[in-house]
């Protein structure tokens, strides 16, 4: 099973990205998927989640401008992002809670986002 992140960049504060996350391999199910960031010098952080019905969860410091989605039917998960700002500056990594013969805990290698002010 691996997860690959895709979309990161260098954007100005105010601009948007859209960062997507590709499930592949042998797998009987996908279950939540998630985002999370680390700054430099900092401990990464979960950032959104969204169920397997699709349920949503934000950390408080991107509610409103970032918006976590996925379509089941492709293994993906993605992360809109407005509104961008210096501080959400960070390496962004993907994580999956995926069932082969037992439910993992799956992490792609992670996509830098830089936000210039």
């Known amino acids: 099973v691996q997860l690959v992140e895709s979309g990161g960049g260098l954007v100005q504060a105010g601009g948007s990205l859209r960062l997507s996350c590709a499930a592949s391999g042998s797998f009987v199910r996908i279950n939540d998927m998630q985002w999370y960031r680390q700054a430099p010098g900092k401990q990464r952080e979960l950032v959104a989640a969204v169920t397997t019905g699709g349920s949503t969860n934000y950390a408080d410091s991107v509610k409103g401008r970032f918006t976590i989605s996925r379509d089941n039917a492709k293994n993906m998960v993605y992360l809109q992002m407005n509104s961008l700002k210096p501080e959400d500056t960070a390496v962004y990594y993907c994580?999956?809670?995926?069932?082969?013969?037992?439910?993992?805990?799956?992490w792609g290698q992670g996509t830098q986002v830089t936000v210039s002010s």
């Open positions: 994580r999956a809670l995926i069932v082969t013969t037992y439910q993992g805990s799956y």
